[in-house]
């Protein structure tokens, strides 16, 4: 490895195009990933409780809190570096190795008090075996990190899906048929960061060696120390409601609601989370060409409305059986919290994309305020809908969701100009188009019931319906699905090439 590991700072290969190549590998690996989590979680479902998956849910927002401060925000400054170093790289393991291992400490330490704030007399000791995660995971963090500098995301894709088939689902789903209950599902996170871990450095191809320079351990810190407080808020966006459920209404409706959030995530995470893995680093190489970013932005945003508004109706209108298919019976009390937060599916998506913008422009404060913006909506939502049980704080939570994703929209506005006329017209066009889809829909919806189909089959039908709705309006009135037709057109005439 030379001194200076980073591009030519000068070459600018056309946005869209390496864009959407590099989108499509994160795209289906995350697709894949996310069939792969329906399935074992059909499986799981049927083999434990909602109680032990709510136990399990409690332990993991201590740890992704924890995790927040044990990566320090050094592995997103590694991306956003504009002339990396081996000396970065070198400063950057040292810092995350020593970072995770005292976070890990610390949450072991803490684990009986912890059990304490929860109300939660079993969670201790998975506290204390998910306080190995932090080492773990540390010794993949800037070897993730260069991959994802490179954009090698067919490497992160393979990462991701083996990972999880192996790592994860292959060790809980083999424990839990062997009666190991909640420990299942613990065993299979630890496996899951091994083998990620291990494989992040096999295909980085660079060998961990600690090192330190201060100077540019500082110059990371500074943009760390803002992702890090980015990412504090986003877990307390993403956990207070799930703590104000446990603490208010008791693990079993815990472990409902966890598992209907987790299922809605699913959408928003192939998107969202993907497109967030490819568009912050190609964002951040031209971090100062604001014209390219607001293009960017605002074909991202319209690509969201077009897919992600008709899914979120879908889901919404057929929720019962989709429960009852990838969940079971025993899930019934999930129905109602999904339905309700699965409507606000491009939200929940969208919302991603600004902070991907104001992070590769090194607005990483900026990012935190919105973050913790979000977060305080959501502890409102939750606090206030909590005495209406699930469905009330689905509502809270949904409307949180929104509203972050509104601010996040004038926060642009303030800082660069965007003037984003065409997402947003894109957001007001494709939910006029969603009647139609609404109301083929509920008609298919209660005409399965009527005929008394199996779940699995009136899903189909409405799956069905929905492209119809789709084709018949490409047909017909093509102008109003607007310019991000074609995109979603070229989208799947390249995915159908690969």
Not at 403 to 419: H, T, Y
């Amino acid at each position: 490895m030379t001194e200076s590991i980073s591009q030519e700072p000068g070459r600018k290969a056309p946005l869209a195009k390496s864009s959407l190549g590099h989108f499509l590998w994160m795209f289906g690996g995350g697709s894949v990933q996310a069939v792969l989590k329906i399935v074992i979680l059909m499986i799981l479902s049927r083999l434990l409780t909602p109680a032990e998956f709510g136990l399990v849910a409690a332990a993991l927002t201590i740890v992704a809190l924890a995790e927040v401060f044990g990566k320090i925000g050094i592995a997103p400054s590694i991306i956003q570096t504009e002339t990396l170093t081996e000396a970065h790289v070198r400063t950057g393991v040292t810092a995350t190795l020593v970072s995770g291992g005292l976070v890990g400490l610390i949450v072991f330490a803490l684990a009986e008090p912890l059990g304490e704030l929860y109300g939660m007399p079993g969670l201790p000791p998975l506290v204390r075996v998910f306080a190995f995660l932090f080492v773990i995971r540390a010794l993949g963090l800037i070897s993730e990190a260069l991959i994802q500098r490179e954009t090698g995301f067919r490497a992160l894709a393979v990462i991701g899906v083996i990972s999880y088939l192996v790592g994860y689902a292959g060790v809980a789903v083999i424990l839990a048929l062997n009666g190991f209950g909640v420990w299942s599902l613990v065993a299979g996170q630890i496996g899951q960061a091994v083998l990620q871990a291990a494989l992040c450095v096999h295909f980085s191809g660079y060998r961990i060696r600690p090192g330190w320079d201060g100077a540019k351990f500082r110059s990371m810190l500074r943009f760390g120390l803002g992702t890090t407080l980015t990412q504090i808020g986003n877990y307390v966006a993403l956990n207070v409601d799930y703590l104000i459920v446990g603490r208010a209404l008791g693990v079993t409706p815990l472990g409902q609601y966890s598992r209907a959030y987790l299922l809605l995530s699913q959408p928003a995470n192939i998107v969202g989370n993907m497109a967030d893995k490819v568009l912050f680093p190609v964002l951040a190489s031209v971090q100062t060409d604001l014209a390219r970013i607001a293009r960017a932005y605002d074909r991202v945003l319209a690509l969201t409305a077009i897919t992600q508004i008709p899914l979120s109706i879908y889901l919404s209108i057929f929720a019962s059986e989709v429960i009852l298919v990838l969940m079971g019976d025993q899930w019934s009390g999930a129905v109602r919290p999904f339905q309700i937060m699965v409507a606000a599916l491009y939200f929940r998506t969208a919302y991603k994309f600004t902070g991907t913008v104001l992070r590769a422009t090194g607005r990483v404060y900026h990012a935190a305020l919105l973050q913790w913006t979000y977060a305080a909506l959501v502890a409102i939502g939750a606090l206030l809908g909590v005495r209406f049980g699930l469905e009330g704080v689905a509502v809270g939570t949904t409307l949180a969701v929104a509203l972050c994703f509104f601010n996040g929209v004038f926060l642009l506005r303030a800082v660069f100009g965007f003037a984003l006329r065409g997402s947003l017209s894109a957001l007001l066009r494709h939910t006029g188009l969603g009647l139609f889809y609404i109301v083929v829909l509920m008609a298919l919806r209660e005409a399965g019931r009527a005929l008394e189909l199996p779940a699995l089959a009136t899903l189909a039908l409405g799956a069905l319906g929905a492209a119809l709705v789709y084709l018949i309006l490409v047909r017909v009135w093509p102008r109003a699905l607007g310019p991000e037709r074609e995109a979603v057109s070229a989208l799947f005439a390249k995915l159908l090439r690969r």
